[in-house]
């Protein structure tokens, strides 16, 4: 085993041990609630269409207020994003037209940045990659630049993965490590961000 890889395995243990940790203090465990997900998928699908449904009704009584209307968006878009992609799209969509009537630089931020992750995870490589190149790094928050890293970490990680020429995948996942290193500077040592940012690098690097 190389050294490489024992130390993936150990950052890998360290994140587990982490969410052992945090299911052990809390009254709901993680592997509880795991448990009660699989047992009890339908029940979990009918309370998220109840959620949905709740939040179009409360957007329906709207008026013309774009603040509260941004709000419920962002919220549909977060029910949407694992389930409907169509669907989280079409809010992000309105959110950012919102954004751009407000000239508001950082909800502006914030929707770029979430439609790029999204697109990444759905293979939109092309469309996330110009969708970051307009995001200003100077204009973000401490939160809105972790998620802006993230997400251009996770597309040259999928650039890699998907190219058949060496030189440029071995460039993608250069890349993808300066991002990771970003993430590192601004995230605690000890927090699971930080640590995933670790064993990932680590990974590209054994590839």
């Known amino acids: 085993m190389t050294n490489i890889m024992r130390k993936v395995l150990l950052i890998s243990g360290l994140l587990l041990l982490k969410q052992i940790a945090v299911s052990a203090q809390t009254p709901d465990s993680l592997l509880t609630i795991l448990d009660d997900k699989i047992k009890n998928k339908h029940v979990y699908e009918e309370l998220k269409e109840q959620k949905i449904n709740e939040l179009k009704v409360e957007k329906r009584e709207l008026k013309n207020n774009a603040l509260e209307t941004y709000s419920i968006n962002r919220d549909l878009y977060n029910a949407y994003k694992n389930y409907m992609s169509d669907s989280a799209i079409y809010y992000l969509n309105q959110n950012m037209s919102i954004a751009d009537s407000l000239k508001d630089i950082s909800r502006i931020n914030e929707t770029r940045i979430a439609s790029a992750t999204l697109f990444v995870r759905l ?85």
């Open 123 to 207: 293979g939109m490589y092309f469309e996330a990659r110009e969708l970051l190149e307009k995001v200003k790094e100077e204009t973000l928050s401490l939160q809105q630049r972790l998620d802006f890293f993230l997400a251009y970490r996770e597309l040259y990680l999928g650039l890699g993965s998907y190219s058949q020429n060496a030189r440029e995948r071995h460039n993608y996942w250069e890349k993808a490590r300066r991002f990771d290193n970003l993430m590192m500077n601004i995230t605690p040592d000890t927090s699971e961000e930080h640590l995933r940012s670790i064993e990932k690098s680590l990974r590209v690097k054994n590839d």
